[in-house]
Structure formats: structure tokens, C-alpha cells
């Protein structure tokens, strides 16, 4: 079987770690892999299969006789690295917002629009944490039903603001008494004027807000959703806040279908769709919650139900690890099929 | 100035207190008052304007000679001793669910229909903590510019389970790292078969299940905001979700309305509404939060934006004390009502 020279762009952070053991857990074909970061974190030691690595500081020599380079390293460093990666024929798989919404750069959830990669110039992108779960739970429903219509509002994990986020909401969380008084230096925003305390709060700000009011985080859902379904005219509207919650992003998902299916039609489609397990009994209260989705592959559904005023309208509540299925795992899947489609 | 005979029936639970506190601050001209509870509760003792008064069991016998009662011990108690209280002439204000659906009760917000409560029979409800601060909110906007649809996502605080829900919430936040195994025994439904931690989670259970697949919380948003704004072709669809908050409900709640303003208008209705204050400027990251809403009377409203792909579509992020404006601030208001229209 071929195997392929792999990178780790980003190797000591969150998702690079996830990236790693997404790539032993599922005995990805490596030949060599390297591991990269910034002079600050070369140097430090991660074990793959056993063998142990030093990590290299990037320069643009790294990517030489790489095929499929991983990047989870800031929007910045994509920019920077990836056009080297690609010069010395890697494909880039970018977890970075960098490229998602570039017209030449294809943007892929497998479960959703794995033929895309086909078209790709060098670099392929991952979505937004948030953006995929939603689309994975959606996309059986669009197929089978037609979907017309997005109102989502989100429930995230500060995991995704990275490992000085989850301090935060460690030291804050340890005085329950003083929480309205707690310190704060990394939410909403590290680079922002003001910050707020997460622990027993909920912020209704992730990443900057851009002129029209809305936020990145919520212009991102709009736009990638509509980039991976293919579909433009379908209407997407986005709330996105942060909460007190370590790892797993939950997702209060309302949709309009453009067909009239019934509640038990609508846990089959979720139930049969890839990457996606039903978890919906409500007489035995099943239903999913982040806690219980750290850690897992997933994406989880539940609480499906009928709009009671609406026949066409349809409410999901999906969870899943924003670290996971949100980032590290739909890149390696994303590697997979390069390697099954044998474009690498 | 008329003086008024005041009881408040489960005085010394959270809002109860919270009831005592209201008249005290509003300063109600209250002639003689008269705390009551279960004989668990009974012979504590709470000052009022700096008089101690002891609790005391109730007994129908109670009432006599009260001119508001104000309840909040459960609905079972409401059902007992509210018509007892209604028999010996008291106008009963009752926080719990018991009467709100009962089309003989007015179920009023001062803000949205306080002209309802000319139609009691001895009875006024008060709306379901969540369904009030949405309606405040709301309401400028039907009036102004009509109201075809809601969507609400809710981010519900533990008081609302009571204080044995807080104090898990606290003992399960002192121990970050046990998370996913900690102890739980009163969240979502203290009497349920399962039960789960809060801390560092998102539990999209509030209130039992019933048999269509939504909580009863859901059903007491949708079918409480028809009634309050007396519309039964207002579409309305409801997620409720409990979070590791102590105090402050927040709802990410999406609105199509009959007209097309500008967001500007829309801002300006909301700066104008009674009880609620707009806190909307995202340049300055200006948004209401749970944590600075806890202990304040306002119905809080930020994050106004308009729907990407439906200009009749309207985005609002709304927090409130649930305490305050979600129970006794608004049972209050209610009896200043009654006084005020010389219905008492």
C-alpha cells in the first residue's frame, strides 16, 4: 500500500495534538511525518506510533518532498506557509480561516461535499468548528427533504479560543463567589479592548464583530454553509455565544425544509447519515450535551421535533468536539480522501 | 393613600424573598403583611422595613382579610390555597404554572397587557420567567411594526431549579478536572429518573418532557406568548437549554416581523420600551450578559441585527434577572396595577 510524507503545521497546539492522534487512531499510511511550529515551541518532543520527534521551527524548506501538509497555526502562518507548501507539491489541508471562502479553494466536510477536493489548486480547506457539525447533521435533510432555511444559535466551548481560554474558565470557575468580579484576559477576545469573565456567564461575542453587527464566528457559519451545500439561496442566520463549557459545542439548529416530512422520517435521515448518531429519547431523557460528547468522533442529534405552528419546521439540537470532528478529525478525513481518490 | 392587607405565600424561597425585597424597594403601600409557608418553613423569621415578623404555616384560614396574595411555593400549593384566598376576598397574583392557561385567568406582563387584569376573576397569573423578558422585549416591536414569527434558543440559569440546583452547580464547579464523572442529583428535573451535571455543560432539558417531544418549559414560551399578546397566529418555536449560570436567563431570539425597518428603528423601538434597556454596541463590545444582569430589574436587549437573506428578519439578544423580571418584580408590578386601576 503507498504510504505519504505527512506535516504538522501548528503540532503543539490543541488541534495539532488531535491532528497527531486522529492520524495514529486511524492508521492513516504515513511514510515520514514532521512536525512544525514557531521557534517558541520547536523543540519539544511528541511521540507518534511509538517514535518519538522533535519539533522543527517552519521555514519554507520544511514542506520539501512532503505530500499532505496539515496546517492548524493561525490564519497568518497559513498565509504565509501554505503557497511554500504548495510550490514544493504538498497539498495543504487548512484549518485556518485563511483560504475557506477563496473561490479557487475548495472547502470540504466529507460527509457533505467530498467530491470538492477534486478541484482543489494545492490547498483545501477546513471549515469552521461550528460550521461543520451543523452541516453534517443538515446535509441528510437537504438530500431527502430540500432545505430552504437556517436560524442557528450556538452554545460553545472555550476550547476553541485555545489553552488559555480553558485556564481562564479553570481559575474563574474555582471562586464561585466572586464571579462577577472574577479577572479576565482571554475571552471574548485575546487582542480585544475588553474581556469578560466566562465562568457562570455566557458571552454573546466569538472573534471580532464586523460592521454589519454580526461577528466573524456568525459571518463564517452564514458563508461556509452556503459554500459547502452549493447552494446560495439557501437562507442562514447566526447567533453565536460563548459559555462555560471546556470542550463540545452544542448547536440549537431550527430549519425550514421545502418538503413536509414526519418527526420519525427525520430521525431516520439523521439516524442513517454518516459521521452523525441519533441520540433522542426523550422518555428516557436521551438527548446529547457537550460533556458526554468531549473525546468522541461524532456528531450527535437529538431533541428532533416538528414546529408547531409549521409543518416545514423542524428543530435539532447537535453536539459534537469542536477539537475533534470540528477541526483534527474532518482534516485527516479530508487526507483520506485524497489518498482514496488517489490525487495525492 | 389606601394601604393594603399583603401575604405572600412560600415566602421564604428565592423569589418569595426576592417578592418581599420588591415591595420594599418599590415601597407598596402595605398596611399589614403576612409571610406563609409549609409548616417545614414556618417559624422563620424575615424583616420587612425593619419589623421581624415570624412565618407562619398556611391554613386557609390565612387569607382572612388579605387584599393580594402574592404565591410562589409550587403549583400544587397554588392550586390548594389560591382559591381559599380567593373565597375570602384576596386577589391571588400566583407566580407558579397552576393557572396560567386557564381562560378565566389573565396572564398579564404590566409592560405588554396590563389592562387584562381588569378580567380577573380572583386570579392573575404571572408568566414563566423566560416567556416575560421575551415579550418585554417583543412587544414595541408587534406594536410598531407587527410580529408574524419567533425563534427562540434559551440559555436558562440554575436558580430558576431553586437553591439546591445552585449549590450543585457550586460543589460540581470546585472540581474542574472530575467534570464528566461529578455528582448530580437535581439537575434538570429534580424528581426525574436521570440526572446530570451542569457544571461545564449544556442540558437542553428544562421541566419534564411531554408528549409531542418539547418540555413543558417550551410549551409554557409558546403557548404563554399567545396568550400574553393575545395572538393565536404568532408562530412560535422554542429550545430551552439550562447552563452552568447562577442568575440571568439569556435568549438568542429570532423574529420575522409583517413590516421591513431599519435596524436603526428597530433600536430606537427598544430604547423606548417600558422596563427594558437596549445595550447594543458591538464597536465597543457593548452586549448584555447574565453575569452583569444578575440583581437588576431591566429586561436587558443587544446583539439587534437584521437577517443577511430576510430583511424581515431580526436577530435580538435578551437577559434578564429571571428572579427579578422573571417572578417577583413582575408579581409586583402587578399588584401596582391592581392599586393603580382601583381594582384592589
Same mark, same amino acid.
Given at each position: 500500500m503507498k504510504s505519504y510524507n505527512v506535516a504538522i503545521m501548528g503540532a503543539t497546539g490543541a488541534v495539532g495534538q488531535q491532528m497527531k492522534e486522529q492520524l495514529e487512531k486511524r492508521n492513516f499510511p504515513v511514510k515520514n511525518i514532521v512536525f512544525l511550529a514557531s521557534s517558541r515551541s520547536a523543540g519539544q518532543e511528541i511521540t507518534f506510533k511509538g517514535k518519538t520527534y522533535t519539533v522543527q521551527e517552519a521555514v519554507p524548506e520544511s514542506f520539501e518532498n512532503v505530500d499532505i501538509a496539515l496546517f492548524s497555526a493561525?490564519?497568518?502562518?497559513s498565509e504565509k506557509f501554505a503557497p511554500e507548501a504548495v510550490k514544493r507539491g504538498a497539498v495543504v489541508i487548512d484549518n485556518t480561516s485563511a483560504f475557506r471562502m477563496d !473561490?479557487?479553494?475548495?472547502?470540504?466536510?466529507?460527509?457533505?461535499? !467530498?467530491?470538492?477536493?477534486?478541484?482543489?489548486k494545492g490547498i483545501i480547506a477546513n471549515p469552521n468548528c461550528s460550521t461543520i457539525q451543523m452541516v453534517?447533521?443538515?446535509?441528510?435533510? !437537504?438530500?431527502?427533504?430540500?432545505?430552504? !432555511? *437556517?436560524?442557528?444559535?450556538?452554545?460553545?466551548?472555550?476550547?476553541?479560543?485555545?489553552?488559555?481560554? *480553558?485556564?481562564?474558565?479553570k481559575s474563574q470557575s474555582a471562586d464561585f463567589d466572586n464571579a462577577q468580579n472574577a479577572e479576565a484576559s482571554v475571552l471574548p477576545v485575546k487582542s480585544a479592548d475588553r474581556h469578560y469573565p466566562i465562568a457562570f456567564n455566557a458571552i454573546p461575542q466569538i472573534d471580532q464583530f464586523t460592521d454589519n453587527g454580526y461577528t466573524y464566528e456568525e459571518m463564517k457559519m452564514i458563508n461556509e454553509t452556503k459554500k459547502i451545500m452549493h447552494d446560495d439561496t439557501l437562507s442562514v442566520a447566526a447567533t453565536c455565544v460563548r459559555l462555560p463549557v471546556v470542550t463540545g459545542h452544542s448547536e440549537s439548529v431550527y430549519v425550514e425544509l421545502e418538503g413536509v416530512p414526519t418527526v420519525a422520517e427525520v430521525k431516520q435521515s439523521i439516524a442513517n447519515a454518516p459521521g452523525v448518531e441519533l441520540m433522542d429519547d426523550p422518555s428516557n431523557q436521551v438527548y446529547p450535551m457537550p460533556l458526554m460528547a468531549a473525546g468522541k468522533d461524532e456528531v450527535f442529534v437529538g431533541r428532533i421535533r416538528q414546529d408547531l405552528d409549521n409543518p416545514q419546521g423542524f428543530h435539532l439540537w447537535v453536539v459534537s468536539d469542536n477539537l475533534v470532528k470540528g477541526a483534527a478529525l474532518n482534516s485527516v478525513q479530508i487526507a483520506e480522501a485524497l489518498v482514496e481518490e488517489q490525487i495525492v
Amino acid at each position: 500500500m503507498k504510504s505519504y510524507n505527512v506535516a504538522i503545521m501548528g503540532a503543539t497546539g490543541a488541534v495539532g495534538q488531535q491532528m497527531k492522534e486522529q492520524l495514529e487512531k486511524r492508521n492513516f499510511p504515513v511514510k515520514n511525518i514532521v512536525f512544525l511550529a514557531s521557534s517558541r515551541s520547536a523543540g519539544q518532543e511528541i511521540t507518534f506510533k511509538g517514535k518519538t520527534y522533535t519539533v522543527q521551527e517552519a521555514v519554507p524548506e520544511s514542506f520539501e518532498n512532503v505530500d499532505i501538509a496539515l496546517f492548524s497555526a493561525g490564519g497568518s502562518i497559513s498565509e504565509k506557509f501554505a503557497p511554500e507548501a504548495v510550490k514544493r507539491g504538498a497539498v495543504v489541508i487548512d484549518n485556518t480561516s485563511a483560504f475557506r471562502m477563496d !473561490k479557487e479553494v475548495p472547502l470540504v466536510v466529507p460527509e457533505v461535499n !467530498k467530491e470538492d477536493i477534486r478541484l482543489h489548486k494545492g490547498i483545501i480547506a477546513n471549515p469552521n468548528c461550528s460550521t461543520i457539525q451543523m452541516v453534517c447533521a443538515l446535509q441528510p435533510l !437537504k438530500e431527502q427533504y430540500g432545505l430552504s !432555511k *437556517i436560524v442557528v444559535s450556538t452554545y460553545q466551548a472555550v476550547s476553541g479560543a485555545g489553552v488559555n481560554a *480553558i485556564n481562564e474558565l479553570k481559575s474563574q470557575s474555582a471562586d464561585f463567589d466572586n464571579a462577577q468580579n472574577a479577572e479576565a484576559s482571554v475571552l471574548p477576545v485575546k487582542s480585544a479592548d475588553r474581556h469578560y469573565p466566562i465562568a457562570f456567564n455566557a458571552i454573546p461575542q466569538i472573534d471580532q464583530f464586523t460592521d454589519n453587527g454580526y461577528t466573524y464566528e456568525e459571518m463564517k457559519m452564514i458563508n461556509e454553509t452556503k459554500k459547502i451545500m452549493h447552494d446560495d439561496t439557501l437562507s442562514v442566520a447566526a447567533t453565536c455565544v460563548r459559555l462555560p463549557v471546556v470542550t463540545g459545542h452544542s448547536e440549537s439548529v431550527y430549519v425550514e425544509l421545502e418538503g413536509v416530512p414526519t418527526v420519525a422520517e427525520v430521525k431516520q435521515s439523521i439516524a442513517n447519515a454518516p459521521g452523525v448518531e441519533l441520540m433522542d429519547d426523550p422518555s428516557n431523557q436521551v438527548y446529547p450535551m457537550p460533556l458526554m460528547a468531549a473525546g468522541k468522533d461524532e456528531v450527535f442529534v437529538g431533541r428532533i421535533r416538528q414546529d408547531l405552528d409549521n409543518p416545514q419546521g423542524f428543530h435539532l439540537w447537535v453536539v459534537s468536539d469542536n477539537l475533534v470532528k470540528g477541526a483534527a478529525l474532518n482534516s485527516v478525513q479530508i487526507a483520506e480522501a485524497l489518498v482514496e481518490e488517489q490525487i495525492v
